[in-house]
């Protein structure tokens, strides 16, 4: 079982960055893949960004390109997701999610509870 929780949420003009971390319970987290979704209110959630088990791997979605940053530090079981350039489209809660797995796969079996971001105009 792997305990996800996400934290650094909060409000922030349009233009401004923030940076969520999703802190992961699990003994061997460098075995998992790790991804950040999304979801706005009366929309589906959607893919940000994913990591492969060392961090050598990254995928994004067309929209965060050059505007979005994941990373992650195995020693602190920790996966982050480094936002510049906000825009209020980007609002939503965003969950981290996690695989074990060994390349970016295309679903995920463990999910943390989401933080707000909100980007004001």
């Known amino acids: 079982q792997v305990h996800l929780v996400e934290s650094g949420g909060g409000l922030v003009q349009a233009g401004g960055s923030l940076r969520v971390s999703c802190a992961a319970s699990?003994?061997?987290?460098?075995?998992?893949?790790m991804g950040w979704f999304r979801q706005a209110p009366g929309k589906e959630r959607e893919f940000v960004a994913a990591i492969n088990w060392s961090g050598d791997k990254t995928s994004y979605a067309e929209f965060v390109k050059g505007r979005f940053t994941i990373s992650r530090d195995n020693g602190m079981n920790t996966v982050y997701l480094q936002m510049n350039s906000l825009k209020p489209e980007d609002t939503g809660v965003y969950y981290c999610?996690?695989?074990?797995?060994?390349?970016?796969?295309?679903?995920?079996?463990?999910w943390g509870q989401g933080t707000q971001v909100t980007v004001s105009s």
């Open positions: 699990v003994r061997t987290f460098s075995s998992y893949a």
């Open positions: 999610a996690a695989k074990l797995a060994y390349g970016l796969p295309h679903d995920y079996d463990y």
